[in-house]
C-alpha cells in the first residue's frame, strides 16, 4: 500500500508522530462532547467525543493513570475500532498538529468557498451556525445527520446524495468513526470538499491526493481555558475565546513525471 492510498487515520500517524516522539500526554479530560489533551510541550489538542453506537459507555484502557503515558501511544488509539478510544487518539494528534495550524489562515471556511444558487450542497454533520449562509445562497442543501433532527436526512443516504453534490461540507468526526473514507469515495466530480469542525488535523500535506480540497478547523489559543471547558461538559459555543477559526487549501498532488 502507498502512502497516498493509505486510510488517512494512517497517514496522520506517519506524519504528526515524529512531532510526538519525546513528549507524554499531561492532562486528558473527557466531556459529555469533547476530549481536550495537553501535551508535555503545552500543546492542547480537541476532538469530538464519539460515544460507541448502540452499546453502553465502556472506560479507556488505563482510565485514571493515563497521564504520563508517551504521547505517540496513545496517538496510535486513533486506529481502535472503538470509536471513543479514537476520539483520544484524534485530539493527541491534533495537539501534535497545534504548531501547524498556528501557520493557517485565520479565517472562517464562508471566507475561502464560493457556493452559487444552482449548486447543489450535501453537509454531512449538522452544523447549526452555518445554516444562514447555506440558505441565503439558494443553493439545494442535503444535511446527512446520524441523530434525528427535523430538516436532515438518515446519514445512510450519503450513497445518494454526495455522488450528485457541487460542494461537500464533512465533519472531521468522520476521522473517529472510521467513514471518513467512504465519504469521500462518494463525492465524485465536487468543486469543493471541506473537511470541518474542531477535530480537524489541520494539516493540509496529509490530505494531498484526497478529495479534500479545504481543511476548516480551530487553533486552541489557552489550553488552560480549553481543558476546563471540556471537562465541565462545554461544547463550540462555550469554546469563545479560547480558539480561533482556521483554514489551509489542500495542496495540489505533484505533477507526475513523464517516462
Known amino acids: 500500500m502507498t502512502e497516498a492510498s493509505a486510510p488517512i487515520a494512517e497517514r496522520l500517524l506517519s506524519y504528526l508522530n515524529p512531532r510526538l516522539r519525546g513528549h507524554a500526554v499531561v492532562d486528558l479530560r473527557v466531556g459529555l462532547l469533547y476530549v481536550a489533551v495537553r501535551l508535555s510541550n503545552s500543546a492542547t489538542g480537541v476532538a469530538h467525543l464519539v460515544a460507541q453506537r448502540g452499546g453502553p459507555c465502556r472506560p479507556l484502557p488505563g482510565a485514571g493513570g493515563l497521564a504520563g503515558t508517551p504521547a505517540q501511544e496513545i496517538a496510535q488509539w486513533v486506529s481502535s475500532p472503538d470509536s471513543s478510544e479514537a476520539s483520544v487518539g484524534l485530539a493527541v494528534l491534533n495537539a501534535a498538529a497545534a504548531e501547524a495550524a498556528q501557520t493557517c489562515n485565520g479565517a472562517d471556511i464562508r471566507d475561502f468557498v464560493s457556493i452559487r444558487s444552482q449548486d447543489r450542497v450535501a453537509m454531512v454533520g449538522y452544523f ?75 494539516v493540509p500535506e496529509v490530505f494531498v491526493g484526497t478529495p479534500v480540497t479545504l481543511l476548516a478547523g480551530i487553533e486552541v489559543l489557552d489550553g488552560s481555558a480549553m481543558l476546563n471547558i471540556v471537562s465541565e461538559g462545554g461544547s463550540t459555543r462555550q469554546f469563545g475565546v479560547a480558539v480561533r477559526k482556521v483554514c489551509a487549501r489542500v495542496p495540489d498532488p505533484p505533477p507526475t513525471s513523464a517516462l
Open 128 to 202: 447549526a451556525p452555518l445554516l444562514p449562509w447555506l440558505r441565503d445562497t439558494g443553493a439545494q442543501l442535503d444535511i446527512l445527520e446520524l441523530k434525528s433532527i427535523p430538516g436532515t436526512r438518515s446519514a445512510a443516504e450519503a450513497v445518494a446524495v454526495l455522488p450528485h453534490c457541487d460542494v461537500a461540507l464533512i465533519t472531521a468526526t468522520a476521522l473517529a468513526n472510521h467513514t471518513l473514507e467512504s465519504l469521500l469515495e462518494l463525492t465524485g466530480s465536487a468543486r469543493e470538499v471541506v473537511l470541518l469542525g474542531p477535530s480537524t488535523p489541520m
